[in-house]
């Protein structure tokens, strides 16, 4: 499959790819820090150097676009698929890769977009694309609806796929009609409306299975196909679950993990943070310290965040836009003015925080005495 379909992969690659030129042809226009993820809400709320932004992102991509063709191209059952389906999952990473990049450079330069609708919208036509496609789609193992009774019987699998492809379309048009909803109330109607698109067409089949059953109707895959299918796809489905493993153990070191060090020189304090960028202030340039027990963090602009640390530049209706690295459970900071800008730094403790604040007071007034 991947033989005969070599142009149309080398195509989609560089297709992938071809953001990266983007980003070199306007690389000193480019901000050293680039926005890459936005929240439900339109805010951005988490950044990444320029380099990753151009380079990494498109090849991250690359990756999983690979990642994907090899092992539906391993699949024996898609020798035969429909050849518009196979098209479908060729360019459906270049456009994300498309989509993504745009938005970032987008929002690098200057332009002021709805990040939240252009997201719905994106989301909504993926669906209606991929549901005008689940139709078209043969019985395999790696494209469409793969549960148990599909799987096991070929007309189950037509008619799920039938049912399902209007089900996506309609789910589709309704996430782009999302857009008019209210920010609060959003998240939610997407949780429900994602496990509808999920549920309905594995309780069709499972009902489809029921009613042949009832029928005296047999499933029409044989037991030694499925077995010879199963040795062929031992090696590859076991590398599939290694990989999501890693990935899901990689996530929860990110998010349950990672430190803020405070280290108090003679002249400076360091703030050395785990998988995010180091900061250096000098005493002599701190223009105020103040200390606060409740403070509110607001939202993130940019930077990084998990249930453990949030970093970055971070705006509240008090202070406008200003930078904070803190433990996100501990809400005790230091306030520090420098040049007119905001840095806030929090310890993983009220009681930490405040010792922070009374040893930067003495090292501060120390520093402006010695002026």
């Known amino acids: 499959m991947m033989r005969n379909n070599k142009w149309k992969l ?47 992102i498109p090849c991250m991509l690359l990756a ?54 252009l997201m719905l919208v994106m989301m909504g036509s993926m669906f209606v694309l991929i549901g005008n496609y689940l ?9 469409g609806i ?13 008619a799920t796929h039938r049912m399902a492809g209007w089900v996506w379309v309609i789910g589709g048009l309704l996430l782009c009609f999302c857009i008019f909803l209210p920010a609060l109330i959003l998240p939610w109607v997407l949780i429900v409306l994602m496990a509808v698109l999920a549920l309905i067409p594995t309780l069709y089949s499972y009902r489809f299975y029921k009613k042949q059953r009832k029928a005296g109707k ?5 037991t030694e196909e499925s077995e010879e299918y199963t040795k062929k796809m031992r090696v590859p489905s076991i590398a599939v679950l290694i990989f999501v493993v890693l990935m899901l153990i990689g996530s929860a070191v990110i998010c349950f ?60 209706k008090e202070l406008g836009k200003y930078t904070l690295y803190a433990y996100t459970d501990c809400k005790s900071c230091v306030l520090l003015k420098i040049d007119e800008k905001v840095l ?28």
């Open 218 to 222: 047999t499933p029409t895959a044989s």
């Open 257 to 316: 993990t990672g430190n803020i060090e405070m280290i108090k020189g003679e002249d400076a304090l360091t703030v050395k943070a785990s998988y995010y960028e180091d900061l250096t202030v000098r005493y002599e340039d701190i223009d105020a310290l103040e200390y606060r027990e409740n403070f509110e963090f607001g939202s993130r602009a940019y930077g990084f965040g998990t249930p453990r640390l949030s970093m970055g530049t971070f705006e509240n």
């Open 10 to 56: 080398i195509a989609s690659s560089i297709a992938i790819l071809a953001p990266v030129i983007f980003g070199l042809v306007f690389w000193n226009r480019l901000p050293e820090s680039m926005n890459v993820h936005w929240g439900m809400n339109g805010e951005a709320d988490g950044s990444a150097s320029k380099a990753f932004a151009v380079f990494f």
């Open 64 to 117: 999983v676009h690979w990642f994907c063709i090899f092992f539906t191209a391993k699949d024996p059952k898609n020798k035969g698929q429909n050849k518009k389906v196979f098209s479908m999952v060729l360019w459906i990473t270049p456009m994300i890769s498309a989509f993504s990049s745009g938005l970032i450079y987008s929002m690098a330069l200057g332009v002021d977009l709805r990040m939240e609708s």
């Open 146 to 158: 793969k549960i148990k009774w599909t799987l096991e019987d070929e007309e189950n699998w037509n």
């Open 135 to 143: 139709p078209k789609c043969r019985q395999n193992h790696t494209i």
């Open 344 to 371: 806030v730094l929090g310890c993983e403790s009220a009681q930490d925080s405040r010792a922070l604040y009374e040893a930067l007071l003495e090292l501060t007034e120390t520093a402006q005495d010695s002026k």
